[in-house]
């Protein structure tokens, strides 16, 4: 008689006991020995699908990469268009991710990063492309959000990203949770704060000779001088001395 739940299969059961471990103890902490016994496989098993300890570090990395990837595409889905909303959805992801048991050692990848340092080491590819999603997403998102300049505000956000899950490991450390930062409503703030102003003016009329079709209001430096170029039009003579004008250069 067969169970009605198949086994997962070896090399699977090898990740998913090496994300526990060295999510629970750390990279290094964790020997090839425990891996296998969480996994049940034996030695030759492991080495076939992954060669060693530094290509199962690696493959965990991806394994984990993609999931993460997944998941913030799936809170983008369900964003819609709305740009805003859309680039606070990276805390959607991160409140959704990895599941019923988040991690309290805060970034997977920034806990590895920490022990894997020899950019010739398998899993240093993964530390590289965990980075680069990040900035180069948020940069995107931070563009379609009319922001003034939109490298500023990735910034900012990848800034409040990271110091969220370091809250995670933080709590961690004590055991208990701390006061709950409002994070997403601080990414909304830099957002809001961040926004090009001409886009946001509203009612404000377009100066004639305005270049761009831009709004200016009154005051601005550009209509004060726009203002006092007309000022300085010499008036038309009164109509007498018009007159005057012109039968002298009729002479």
């Known amino acids: 008689m067969t ?17 526990e471990l060295f999510t629970e103890h750390g990279i290094a902490a964790t020997g090839v020995d425990a891996v296998l016994r969480r996994a049940q496989v034996a030695p030759a098993t492991l080495y076939a699908h992954f060669g060693g300890k530094d290509h199962l570090v690696a493959a965990y990395l991806e394994r984990r ?11 983008l889905a369900r964003c819609g268009d709305d740009p805003d909303t859309r680039v606070l ?37 993964w530390l590289v ?3 680069h999603l990040l900035r180069e997403r948020l940069h995107d998102l931070a563009a379609a959000t009319g922001a003034a300049d939109p490298a500023p505000l990735a910034a900012e956000l990848l800034l409040l990203y990271d110091g969220a899950l370091a809250a995670r490991a933080r709590d961690g450390v004590t055991g208990d949770a701390g ?6 409503g601080l990414a909304a703030a830099a957002v809001a704060r961040h926004r090009d102003p001409r886009r946001t003016t509203a009612g404000a009329a377009p100066l ?11 005051g601005s ?10 000022d300085r039009t010499p008036a038309a003579p009164p109509r ?8 002298r250069g009729a002479s």
């Open 65 to 75: 990469h993609a999931r993460w990837r997944a998941a913030w595409d799936d809170a």
């Open 221 to 230: 430096p550009e209509s004060t001088r726009e203002t006092g170029a007309r």
């Open 208 to 218: 004639p000779g305005s270049p761009d079709g831009g709004t200016r209001e009154a």
């Open 89 to 125: 959805a990276v805390f959607d992801a991160l409140d959704a991710f990895p599941g019923p048991t988040p991690t309290r050692r805060g970034c997977a990848f920034l806990a590895a990063a920490v022990e894997v340092t020899d950019p010739a080491h398998p899993a240093h590819a």
């Open 179 to 184: 006061p709950a930062a409002d994070v997403r």
């Open 129 to 131: 492309a965990d980075t």
């Open 240 to 247: 007498d001395e018009a007159r005057q004008a012109g039968s």
């Open 3 to 19: 169970s009605g739940t198949a086994r997962p299969e070896a090399r699977e059961r090898l990740l998913a006991a090496a994300e």
